[in-house]
């Protein structure tokens, strides 16, 4: 299983609510990651969990909250998010620690803020 | 502060011939170089790799190219065809960081 899954693909949210995205792995990675995408931009680094630890928060607004239950489970909590905050949103997981870090990426959110 | 760059916002490549996508980085120290193939609304799917104390990788039709000392590498795809069109990222990674760094991506449009 070379899977990552992320649900759900598509959220629609307004500026008061509070949502959840989910992401998982079953492949044994110790790392997991989000990411956030514009059109016609490259992804960018949001935070790296590694065993389960928050190893990097790249300076993201705390309306993005991330929580990682267990190994195989990555959850990215919303609250009050604005409409630029609308992207797609990756998840992916890696071994971590290997001098040849492949990163598996999920098919991603895609989250619109009203 | 782009640490990875693809100044071909574009390329088109008619069916058979070879694409060839470029890509230059600016941290030396980084030491392991992916390229991404991604379509729309989906996350990006790796394609290969390479070590930075390699310079060629080649997995059937795919071969990367690096050139440490011009901070370069290249994606070769040969023979190009129409399902390899898609957008391709170039990616760095910084072991110490544990940080995977995208370049701004090359939409590829394989024409038949």
């Known amino acids: 299983d070379t899977e990552v899954t992320q649900t759900p693909k598509h959220l629609v949210m307004g500026m008061t609510n509070k949502k959840s995205l989910k992401c998982e792995q079953h492949m044994g990675h110790r790392a997991m990651y989000w990411y956030k995408q514009k059109a016609k931009k490259p992804p960018e680094l949001m935070f790296v969990y590694s065993y389960e630890k928050l190893s990097i928060n790249e300076s993201v607004p705390s309306r993005f909250s991330p929580e990682c239950p267990n190994s195989s489970l990555l959850n990215l909590h919303l609250h009050a998010l604005q409409p630029e905050d609308s992207a797609l949103y990756l998840c992916?997981?890696?071994?971590?620690?290997?001098?040849?870090?492949?990163?598996?990426f999920g098919s991603g959110t895609q989250l619109s803020v009203l | 502060d782009q640490q990875v760059k693809q100044n071909s916002p574009s390329l088109s490549v008619q069916e058979g011939r070879i694409s060839i996508l470029n890509c230059d980085y600016t941290n030396s120290m980084f030491d392991y170089f992916l390229w991404y193939k991604k379509y729309p609304a989906e996350g990006p799917t790796f394609l290969i790799s390479i070590s930075s104390i390699k310079d060629k990788n080649e997995d059937g039709r795919f071969t990367v190219f690096l050139n440490k000392s011009a901070k370069h590498l290249s994606l070769h795809i040969v023979p190009s065809q129409p399902g390899d069109s898609a957008v391709y990222f170039c990616a760095a990674f910084l072991q110490g960081a544990q940080k995977l760094v995208f370049g701004q991506g090359t939409r590829l449009t394989i024409n038949p």
């Open positions: 992916a997981s890696s071994q971590w620690g290997s001098t040849n870090e492949k990163l598996f």
